[in-house]
């Protein structure tokens, strides 16, 4: 072929392979929240809510009013926290952030596993949410660099949405 289209054509091939694993997990909308310098993938459908200027949360039940109701979701919720360097002090790793965190989880949760997450160091750990009978959470705290990020699922037990979790 002319070396044009074989240009063409790796670049193709680039973009599909760096976008098909997202677009295989469904995950075709983008949070983009240029603020605290973060954007997550998830799937088409699910619902935004912003409740403050630290927390976004993606709701794969819209309408879902995860402020003021009563009930928990009946579906995966993910919960997003920018936490700037002043709200975490000194706290310069995810184990720390994850120690200040883990009260609110409670015990039950496995072992943090030390991973990275787009380059930056992270933290991840699941297991029950103690105030939410029926329901399981997967935490990942990552570090950057003005910035931790504390993202949580939550899910009933009876879903398995780690993969998921996972590829978003």
Same mark, same amino acid.
């Given at each position: 072929p002319p070396p044009r289209l074989t240009v063409a054509l790796l670049v193709a091939l680039m973009v599909f392979s760096i976008t098909a694993p997202a677009?295989?997990? /469904? !995950? +075709?909308? *983008? !949070?983009?929240?240029?603020?605290? /310098?973060?954007? @997550? +993938? &998830? $799937?088409? /459908?699910?619902? !935004?809510?912003?409740p403050d200027e630290q927390t976004r949360v993606l709701l794969s039940e819209p309408g879902y009013d995860v402020v003021n109701s009563d009930t $928990?979701?009946?579906?995966? *919720?993910?919960?997003? !926290?920018?936490l700037s360097s002043d709200i975490t002090g000194m706290m310069s790793s995810p184990q720390d952030i994850l120690t200040m965190f883990a009260g609110e989880f409670g015990a039950g949760l496995t072992t943090p596993e030390v991973t990275t997450v787009a380059g930056y160091p992270a933290l991840r750990v699941s297991g029950p949410v103690p105030d939410m009978v029926g329901f399981?959470?997967?935490?990942?705290? @990552? *570090?950057? +660099?003005? &910035?931790?990020y504390l993202v949580a699922a939550l899910t009933p037990t009876d879903q398995n949405f780690s993969d998921q979790f996972t590829a978003m």
């Amino acid at each position: 072929p002319p070396p044009r289209l074989t240009v063409a054509l790796l670049v193709a091939l680039m973009v599909f392979s760096i976008t098909a694993p997202a677009l295989a997990q /469904g !995950l +075709d909308q *983008t !949070l983009e929240w240029p603020e605290v /310098g973060f954007a @997550i +993938d &998830y $799937p088409a /459908g699910w619902g !935004l809510e912003a409740p403050d200027e630290q927390t976004r949360v993606l709701l794969s039940e819209p309408g879902y009013d995860v402020v003021n109701s009563d009930t $928990p979701p009946s579906s995966p *919720t993910v919960i997003i !926290l920018a936490l700037s360097s002043d709200i975490t002090g000194m706290m310069s790793s995810p184990q720390d952030i994850l120690t200040m965190f883990a009260g609110e989880f409670g015990a039950g949760l496995t072992t943090p596993e030390v991973t990275t997450v787009a380059g930056y160091p992270a933290l991840r750990v699941s297991g029950p949410v103690p105030d939410m009978v029926g329901f399981n959470s997967e935490i990942v705290i @990552i *570090t950057a +660099d003005n &910035y931790a990020y504390l993202v949580a699922a939550l899910t009933p037990t009876d879903q398995n949405f780690s993969d998921q979790f996972t590829a978003m």
